[in-house]
């Protein structure tokens, strides 16, 4: 069975600190794809981010980046000089290969404080 | 349209009412996807459409559950004899490919609550 676990469930900074949320995940399958989605108050889900399980290659985009370990089975997700507008929930997802669906954790909800 | 829509935003149901819950993906997309996201957690499965055909349904959690994508675009879910435990939001997503490989896009959900 797929399993993604958020282990952190409420993060507060101040702006500007940097902050990252852990996401550790079990499957079985050798083939498989990691999601990062933002949630802000607005309800709908953003997509940020998908790696495949083949992909290890650490990812940067703007103040985000993604640090993706296979040995730990972690795929952890930095923000840089965090801002207001990144409070919101983030939940890390897995899902298998073909028609198989998302697998979500339970969600971080991160405050960044002015 | 630009996104996909969901509707309606917000739904009060007295117990054993039923419900239908529409959701329109973007334009052309292949696959849909139901989801239900009680307050504090993550989204779970509840069903997915490959055009109009539906391929998993194993997530819908009981019989007064129902899902139909006819015409391979717009969807629709059904929720039989509402009861209290069926509050919460309910969210679809939609992508291009043929399942997950490729982003889901998601819509803004429908917040149930029922009474």
């Known amino acids: 069975a797929q399993k993604v676990t958020q282990a952190q469930t409420e993060i507060s900074v101040v702006e500007k600190e940097d902050v990252t949320l852990d996401c550790v995940y079990e499957t079985r399958d050798t083939t498989y794809y990691l999601f990062w989605y933002k949630q802000p108050p607005s309800g709908e889900l953003v997509f940020l981010i998908r790696r495949n399980s083949f992909d290890e290659q650490n990812e940067i985009s703007g103040r985000y980046s993604w640090n993706f370990q296979k040995s730990t089975s972690s795929f952890n997700f930095t923000i840089t000089a965090s801002q207001v507008v990144d409070s919101a929930v983030y939940f890390c997802a897995l899902s298998g290969r073909g028609n198989t669906p998302l697998v979500f954790g339970k969600g971080t909800r991160l405050s960044v404080i002015a | 349209g630009a996104g996909v829509s969901q509707s309606p935003r917000y739904k009060v149901a007295k117990r054993g009412q039923d419900v239908a819950l529409r959701c329109d993906p973007i334009?052309?997309?292949?696959?849909l996807f139901w989801y239900q996201q009680a307050l504090g957690q993550g989204p779970e499965f509840l069903t997915y459409?490959?055009?109009?055909?539906?391929l998993d349904k194993s997530g819908l959690p009981s019989d007064r559950f129902f899902a139909e994508r006819p015409e391979g675009s717009v969807s629709t879910l059904k929720i039989q004899r509402t009861q209290q435990e069926d509050s919460a939001v309910y969210l679809c997503?939609?992508?291009w490919g043929a399942g997950v490989v490729t982003e889901a896009f998601f819509g803004q959900g429908t917040r149930l609550t029922v009474v």
């Open positions: 334009s052309g997309h292949v696959s």
């Open positions: 997503a939609s992508s």
């Open positions: 459409f490959q055009n109009e055909a539906q």
